[in-house]
T-cell receptor, first 113, second 114 residues
C-alpha cells in the first residue's frame, strides 16, 4: 500500500521569497517520488522525480526537492518565487511493484506581487 | 512533436447515459493511463494500458472501462452515469518501459453530469 500526504492545502508567498511545499509518503516498497504542477485548465507537468539516485533532486524552473528516507518526506522548494509559479502542485508516489500512482491532495500556491 | 490530445474538451450528459472519452498519446508512447480529478476526491488513478493490455486498475466500479487500440490511442467509457461522475478526466502517456517514467498529460475532458 502507498499513500501521500501534502501537509499544506494552500501556501501564499510574496514574489521573490522562498517557497516550501511539504510532502510525506508511505510505501511498502522502494518508492519513486514525483512533483507535478497544474496550471488552471491545463494538464499536469512534471517538475522533478526521485528514483533512488541522488537524494537532492533538481527540476525545472528552479525547483528542487530532497528525499529523506528517515522522515519519509519529499519536500519541494524554490529559493525565489515568481508570479508564474502560481498553480497547484501535486506530490506523487509510485511503488516499485506496480504501475499505480498515488497523488497527494494538492497544494495551491498563490504569489503576491 | 504533438502532445497528448484528449477529445472532447467538454461534455455535458444526463444521469443514466453513457459516455466515451478519447486520448491520443504522444507518438511512440505505448502506455496510456487515465485519472479522475474532482474537488472532493482529488486525483485518482483509474487504469493503465500498455500495448492494448490493461496493466493496472484503480478502485473504481465496473461502470468505468477502457481499451487501447493497436496505434496506442485509448478510449475510456463510463456507463450509467451518476452525478458524482462529474469530473475532469485526464489521460497521460509514456513509453511504459519503467515504473518511474515521466508522464505527459493531456489537458483533460471536463464531464458534467446533470
Amino acid at each position: 500500500a502507498q499513500s501521500v500526504t501534502q501537509l499544506d492545502s494552500h501556501v501564499s508567498v510574496s514574489e521573490g521569497t522562498p517557497v516550501l511545499l511539504r510532502c510525506n509518503y508511505s510505501s511498502s516498497y522502494s518508492p519513486s517520488l514525483f512533483w507535478y504542477v497544474q496550471h488552471p485548465n491545463k494538464g499536469l507537468q512534471l517538475l522533478l522525480k526521485y528514483t533512488s539516485a541522488a537524494t537532492l533532486v533538481k527540476g525545472i524552473n528552479g525547483f528542487e526537492a530532497e528525499f529523506k528516507k528517515s522522515e519519509t518526506s519529499f519536500h519541494l522548494t524554490k529559493p525565489s518565487a515568481h508570479m508564474s509559479d502560481a498553480a497547484e502542485y501535486f506530490c506523487v508516489v509510485s511503488s516499485s511493484n506496480d504501475y499505480k500512482l498515488s497523488f497527494g491532495a494538492g497544494t495551491t500556491v498563490t504569489v503576491r506581487a | 512533436k504533438a502532445g497528448v490530445t484528449q477529445t472532447p474538451r467538454y461534455l455535458i450528459k444526463t444521469r443514466g447515459q453513457q459516455v466515451t472519452l478519447s486520448c491520443s498519446p504522444i507518438s511512440g508512447h505505448r502506455s496510456v493511463s487515465w485519472y479522475q480529478q474532482t474537488p472532493g476526491q482529488g486525483l485518482q488513478f483509474l487504469f493503465e494500458y500498455f500495448s492494448e493490455t490493461q496493466r493496472n486498475k484503480g478502485n473504481f466500479p465496473g461502470r468505468f472501462s477502457g481499451r487501447q487500440f493497436s496505434n496506442s490511442r485509448s478510449e475510456m467509457n463510463v456507463s450509467t452515469l451518476e452525478l458524482g461522475d462529474s469530473a475532469l478526466y485526464l489521460c497521460a502517456s509514456s513509453f511504459g518501459r519503467a515504473r518511474n517514467e515521466k508522464l505527459f498529460f493531456g489537458s483533460g475532458t471536463q464531464l458534467s453530469v446533470l
